[in-house]
């Protein structure tokens, strides 16, 4: 279980840095479809920073 959060922590964390970049790139395109995309793309985002700022609590929470 040691290994375990902060593997899970690095893997949501680049995720979420993923999908900000798929997310800045539908924003840059301009198109009318791409804004849709782009604001899914955001939401996932902030998903994911939530998953990640979980299990960065759980983990202080187990160490501790």
């Given at each position: ?25 539908f ?10 995309r782009?604001n ?25």
């Amino acid at each position: 279980m040691n290994g375990l959060f902060p593997t899970l922590m690095i893997l949501a964390m680049l995720m979420v840095v993923g999908s900000l970049f798929v997310g800045l790139f539908f924003m840059v395109r301009g198109n009318g479809g791409d804004a849709r995309r782009s604001n899914k793309a955001m939401r996932l985002r902030v998903a994911l920073q939530g998953v990640a700022l979980l299990l960065f609590v759980v983990a202080m929470l187990v160490q501790g």
